[in-house]
């Protein structure tokens, strides 16, 4: 797996490494004013071949009401998914946007300070080592969510890779309903739970396509769901999700912290996850305009104990 750069400015770029932590913030607020509605459309589509809808808009339908084999609250979801594009899955995407390419210009001049701030490369291959959908516990093992969610997958980019992707998921959704409609109650339980995952992960993948206008970022994204905020028990189950986090990871991730900050005139709900940098932080690219020297990275990074990972100037000659 790829290491996957995350592009900032210097003072990101120490705050990040000192305080230990990527930020993870509502992917509904990215630069990209399509973010989730292209992929609702791509995945409605995608149901539609499967046979498992038809219509569109408000005439849109479940064909033989198979949704009915759902949680209520899964139901719920999935019709407000698709008929109203509410966020994957009625909840708040958090996500942190990170590139294959170290050196590419356009990163450098959008997210890079303009080519005066650093890429910091990670390994975050243990957040892809596991199934997306987990369940969360309150502080005396009590079972409050069967089904929170973690990804970290490259964005898919255009109408046909959309297409292809979206089918894949809709297809192991119409097995499940296939396979639940003839099932001996003996083996309901399983299915049904394999459906309820399957449904999960085909709504929160509306999250991981993007138009092909964007295509040269070859993003990669780290996303974890956190609870509806309108639903009664929102301040335990956030909290449970961060006490689970580290559980989940236990060699990447050390803490997770939720909190709303201030942009401009907004508030962003942001997840601050606390990452293992001697394990995760993996290279360091300076920017061609960044005037700091690799003597300067390898002390900022000595300073959290990162003592393995390389350093590089970016190969541009952009000013």
Request: aromatic share 8%.
């Amino acid at each position: 797996m790829p290491l996957t750069y995350h592009y900032c400015s210097l003072d990101t770029a120490c705050a990040i490494v000192q305080n230990g932590s990527l930020r993870l913030c509502d992917v509904t607020k990215s630069n990209d004013s399509a973010e989730i509605t292209y992929g609702y459309a791509a995945a409605t589509d995608g149901l539609r071949r499967a046979g498992l809808v038809s219509g569109s808009g408000d005439g849109l339908h479940f064909v033989d009401d198979w949704d009915a084999l759902l949680r209520p609250d899964y139901r719920a979801l999935l019709r407000e998914a698709l008929s109203d594009h509410m966020l994957p899955p009625n909840r708040l995407c958090y996500a942190a946007c990170l590139s294959e390419e170290a050196d590419l210009l356009s990163q450098w001049r959008a997210y890079g300070d303009d080519g005066r701030g650093v890429a910091l490369g990670f390994d975050l291959s243990d957040f892809a080592q596991v199934n997306p959908s987990f369940t969360v516990r309150d502080g005396g093992d009590r079972l409050l969510e069967t089904h929170m969610m973690t990804m970290y997958r490259p964005i898919v980019y255009g109408h046909d890779r959309a297409a292809a992707y979206f089918d894949v998921l809709a297809s192991r959704i119409a097995q499940d309903v296939h396979d639940l409609r003839i099932t001996g109650e003996c083996d309901d339980a399983r299915i049904r739970a394999r459906l309820l995952d399957a449904t999960l992960e085909f709504v929160a993948s509306t999250a991981f396509c993007k138009k092909r206008f964007f295509h040269e970022e070859r993003e990669w994204r780290l996303a974890v769901w956190g609870p509806n905020a309108n639903v009664d028990g929102f301040e335990g189950l956030q909290a449970a999700l961060a006490a689970a986090l580290p559980r989940r990871f236990p060699d990447a991730v050390t803490h997770a912290r939720f909190l709303m900050l201030a942009r401009g005139d907004r508030l962003v709900p942001t997840l601050d996850l606390g990452l293992d940098l001697r394990r995760t932080l993996r290279r360091v690219v300076i920017g061609p305009r960044c005037a700091a020297s690799a003597r300067d990275i390898r002390m900022l990074l000595a300073g959290a104990h990162v003592a393995d990972a390389s350093i590089a100037r970016s190969l541009g000659t952009y000013r």
